[in-house]
């Protein structure tokens, strides 16, 4: 096998969210009749049930009436947006974001972490990531020819923080790993790291010259009154080895737009930019001004939105926890949880087109977030509140269909 | 010098078109003042005097509309879009592609670009590249750990053929380099591959087993009645070892919607799919909608655009013609062409520097296209026609100043 056919084998994309229809579900043998019921897609949220931040189809179109100034800005996005959305994000995180140098618009949250990634891994580089955290992340340092630590997260035996293990981390560092990566609040469970965890991150990251990427997408979505530690506001660690992630797909229903945003250390913002120039040029230009309305929501429509999150969250959390063998933490921020599933007799892989083709529910697969989670599923309950509700039951019976 | 930090050294966007306002200007020494005139920027077109497809903003409307199931397609693109482009591409190309095994929807023909090389270049591969092509081309195959083989293009001293070197292109394949990127029409000369040489490059691939990829942006965009050979039509490679690349950014004046296709081998498109899982998840949800309008103008509305196109050509043509020391070959196609200038006594780095500087006019340096091209910029004619005119007067005026 060639080099390129052999790297792209391990570049799975067909349990990734969103492909599920070109799976392949021959194999599959359903235990009893299709449970009818609202098809729900767990795999990503609703943006019929959550709408966009209003107006952004409106400052949409005046992006396209600008014109060509609009449509060509430089690789690293328009200067007045990114003046705009320096002056936002250092408002929310408390640090300090220069819009000509520390900062750059790019094609979604996703195209912020490939940018990144590929401007500070080089080949054989070793790369922390945690377990479980977002499934791009591995195979990005994999893409790029790094090596994969994995470092563990216990969320179940823990409930003041994610339970990372910092003695882990530290020897991760000892061994030659100079990049962590990881996203907080973690995508899949919720959970969000203290502010001990993050300060412990940045002194060891400080101590051993390392640098660290954190993907904050879901960070302005916290329930319970849950607070939050920015580690770029930490002043612990040189700013010039830290890149933060943000972007408005998420809480924001902004996905269609593909809009995300890195800022951080001038350097690497510098390479990425050049990156940019190669992958993709730009986000696109018009839609680079829909970054006006995020962070310029509507009084009261964040609160809102977080409200009929946790509602939500409420809701699924007792149905899962009212059945045997079923164990899901809390999530604090965002809109996934991770539920553990009672021991089953197919695999998770199979389970999860078995929820497809019998309930209409689409979930994704623990194994997309670390190897060892053949026991876990991840949904993403940004839905209408309803369908969610009657596809967790769904799920409940088909769980008992297969149980071991 | 880490690997990574030297890598990125030699990805230097600066000189790219549009990064011009992030250059260094502080060495350049103006001779005599100002020249006044509208500021022209020829390193991409002006959309505002060329605007793009009636109808795509009201389409793009209509894809927001749709909700969800716009936002969030396939990553290889909405099935719906990706049926109608496929239809449509076989008809122009003569070609048959399938809509669900042989073609993806990209972030524009870079993100094509970029997947393709991404998915077709493993660290060492030889890659041959024609002198002068796109620059991004060469730092492609550079940022992928390939070896770039030039193969010269002699488009001075032919006017039936784009005078590609086929005899170096076949010593290339006989040296071991298995892929080969090209533009047709050449990016930055707007000359096209005659079928003759199509057919040979054909024959030569098929012969030693190599890859192709045709960059095909502004085929659509044919002056002077000359005719295109589609290689994908030709039916002499293996359909398996051949990607054809297009989009609407150009003559269709679509790139601030960040649109492109690419499409052939289903196995190369297959790995594409799961790159661009990894680099950006898909193009813009709502912006792949706009592709319907592509190859569905109005009536006349491309023909009128070619037209408008030819008449500025002929007369920047004219222009630099009458000047001694320029040289131009005129451009068969696109918007593009790539005078030599005079001799100088500035690099034409610091050349293109000055006439921002001193005449308010933007081109890219030859140097982005080839490392020997120190005695040619390009230009992207795709202006208001008298704005564009009275630019290249003021470069006349400039060159003179320069001249040694």
Redesign the interface.
Known sequence: M???VE??KK???EN?P??E??QSTSNIELRGEEIPGTPVDFS?G???AFEPIPGS?DV??E??HI??K??????RGSQNIREDVAQKLSNFTGSSIDYDKNLII???T??A??LAMG?????G?KVAIVAPDYF?NR??VE?F?GEVVPIQMDYFNTNTCCGLDLTQLEDAFKSGVKLFLFSNPNNPTGVIYSQEEIRTISELAHQYGAQIIVDQLYSRQLFDGHSYTHLCAQNIMDPENVITIMGPSKTESL????LGVAFGSSNII??M???Q???????????QAVLKTWFNEPEGWMAGRIKDHQAIRDDLLSKFNAVEGFKVRASEAGSYIFPKVPELDVSIIDFVKILRLQAGVTVTPGTEFGSQFTDSFRINFSQDHKAAIDAVERIIKVTELYRK
Chains 1, 2 share one sequence.
């Not at 401007?119 to 080949?123: E, W």
């Not at 996905?255 to 593909?258: A, D, L, N």
């Open positions: 060639s080099l390129i790297k792209f570049l799975g994309a990734a969103g492909q229809t070109r990503h609703d943006v019929d189809l949409f179109v992006g396209v014109g060509g609009q449509a060509y800005t430089e690789y790019t094609p979604g996703q195209g972490l490939f401007s500070m891994i080089a080949r580089d791009a195979k990005l893409f020819d996905s269609g737009y593909r510098d390479r930019e050049k990156l120039a190669i992958v993709s040029l730009r986000a696109g230009g018009y839609n």
